[in-house]
């Protein structure tokens, strides 16, 4: 009797599991002969119990855990420069950033220690240095309110993965996740490692979201590659946790006919995919054979980078002028619309408590319309500023932020580490919606000198006396304590027998 009541409690438990495991690869050749690799991990599940199946446990507990309010959570570490001028945008919109960047929605104010404490948690997790706790700001984005903190200095490194990897079903043992080399991964233009938790009514969703800009013509200049190559690695078999399982691998435009240098191939030819719209999609799940895919363009010898860009409808540029007096830099802020239509924009960025901005001098110039913004000063002693623009971009115009900011004079004390590499100010971004699809485009990181006094000085002082005083007392203490004594001078009686 009891055995067939655990059998049914199983086979009700079972029925009642409602994750679900989602992987997909997105393989997309770039005009300038590099190729954009995106991982898409999603794991849901209905409840966020300890019992879960697919759900990493590590997640689970955050979620869990009465002293942190999560609804979203947005963690990435990413290295490089993603080059919108050649590669377009990103496969995932809120990827393209430099250093580390975390969001947590809901933001409140007094939940000041859990935020240090969940950033320590997440650092521990993912095995980065997150300490931001001079570096985080309060802000509202489509009417959530969220806390924001970036890092620029904190870029990923082989032993990053390693979590990333832990928190798949499968991890690297089957499925897409045995794609994911850190060899080669890390070897790339530009890479990003990036987790989303999302909590609601209905349960948890979690993202795992890896792309990274390889560049195939780099060694051999070529630009054929596989996935074989790609990854220095293949897929044996499918992960059986997966409800589905699919690699996208994008086409190059038809060639034309004059140039038959143009012309590629996709190997090999017997391949189980389905081309649409230029994209050949594998599933995983009901392919018999191992996955491998190459594109080759089999009568061009040598690949020469063209000089061409695609001028992406929106491009944000941030520089840095020297100022009217020599503790002052401007900060300009262009944004172009290249588009047809009006386009809006919301521009954020914050700004290190260590420059001080002088709002008097701050201005929007160019073709604009309905311009709102707001320059938050920090609220506590060392919290950053934060500048929040929201406006509409003319066709084919250019709007340029201006404000001068002046580089602070600090105590002593305040001074961080290796100061005269100079203090990050971190990358700003410009979100807007284009055909239905949100995208964010980040700008590089700032590197601003401060005014710094020379640290070796008192250093030096300190060498300088620590010797005077080691001679004067080492020779005052010897005389000091040395005994003198009188021996007398033996006679020396010599015998001669
Ligand atoms: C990632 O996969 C999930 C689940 O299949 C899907 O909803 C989402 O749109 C994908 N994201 C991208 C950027 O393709
Ligand atoms: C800018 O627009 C966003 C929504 O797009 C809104 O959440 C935010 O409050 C606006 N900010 C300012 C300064 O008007
Ligand atoms: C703004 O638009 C006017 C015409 O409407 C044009 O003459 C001017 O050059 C534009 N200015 C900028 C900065 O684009």
């Not at 430099?98 to 650092?123: F, I, M, Q, Y």
């Not at 920090?378 to 500023?385: I, N, R, T, V």
């Amino acid at each position: 009797m009891q055995t067939w009541l655990a059998l049914l409690m199983m086979l009700l438990g079972y029925a009642a599991c409602t994750d679900s495991f989602d992987e997909s690869l997105s393989v997309q050749p770039l005009q300038d002969g590099r190729v954009d690799v995106a991982f898409n991990f999603t794991i849901r599940d209905d409840s966020i119990s300890p019992h879960t199946h697919l759900l990493p446990l590590q997640i689970v507990n955050l979620l869990a855990a009465p002293e942190f309010e999560i609804d979203e959570l947005h963690l990435s570490l990413s290295t490089g420069r993603w080059d919108y001028d050649k590669w377009h945008y990103p496969a995932f919109a809120d990827l393209g950033s430099s250093g580390a960047e975390v969001w947590l929605s809901p933001a409140s104010d007094s939940s000041r220690d859990s935020w240090n404490t969940l950033v320590h948690r997440l650092s521990g997790l993912f095995c980065a240095s997150l300490s931001t706790s001079d570096n985080t700001h309060h802000v509202v984005l489509d009417g959530k309110t969220w806390t924001h903190a970036q890092i620029s200095s904190q870029l990923p490194c082989t032993e990053n993965l390693t979590p990333f990897i832990a928190l798949l079903p499968c991890k690297s043992a089957a499925g897409l996740g045995q794609l994911l080399n850190p060899h080669k991964l890390f070897d790339a233009d530009y890479h990003s490692l990036a987790l989303s938790v999302y909590k609601d009514d209905h349960g948890a969703r979690i993202e795992i979201k890896i792309e990274a800009v390889f560049n195939p013509a780099r060694n051999g200049q070529q630009r054929q590659y596989s996935t074989k190559a790609l990854f220095d690695r293949a897929v044996s078999q499918h992960c059986d946790l997966a409800d589905s399982s699919t690699v996208y691998f994008g086409l190059p435009p038809p060639p034309t006919e004059e140039d038959s240098k143009d012309v590629w191939v996709v190997l090999p030819e017997d391949h189980e995919g389905i081309v649409e719209n230029n994209v050949l999609s594998v599933d995983l799940m009901s392919s018999k054979k191992p996955f491998g895919l190459a594109l080759i363009w089999p009568f061009q010898e040598t690949f020469t980078y063209p000089r061409s860009t695609i001028d992406p409808p929106i491009r944000v540029r941030r520089d840095q002028i020297a100022g009217p007096i020599e503790e002052t830099f401007v900060m300009k802020i262009a944004l172009d619309n290249t588009d047809d239509e009006s386009v809006q924009v919301s521009y954020l960025q914050s700004i290190p408590w260590q420059v001080k901005p002088w709002l008097h001098t701050f201005q929007i110039h160019g073709n604009k319309s309905a311009v709102s913004h707001e320059h938050a000063l920090a609220k506590l002693d060392k919290d950053p500023y934060t500048l929040h623009v929201n406006t509409t971009l003319q066709p084919h115009s250019q709007t340029v932020i201006e404000c001068i900011y002046q580089r602070q004079f600090l105590k002593y004390t305040d001074y961080a580490p290796d100061i005269h590499r100079g203090i990050d100010i971190p990358p700003g971004f410009a979100r807007f919606t284009q055909n239905d699809h949100s995208r964010v485009v980040y700008t590089t990181p700032m590197l601003v000198d401060l005014a710094t006094p020379d640290f070796s000085m008192p250093y030096n002082v300190i060498i300088i006396t620590s010797t005077v005083v080691a001679l004067f007392f080492g020779s005052v203490y010897n005389i000091l304590v040395r005994e003198f004594k009188l021996i007398p001078k033996q006679e020396h009686k010599g015998k001669t027998d």
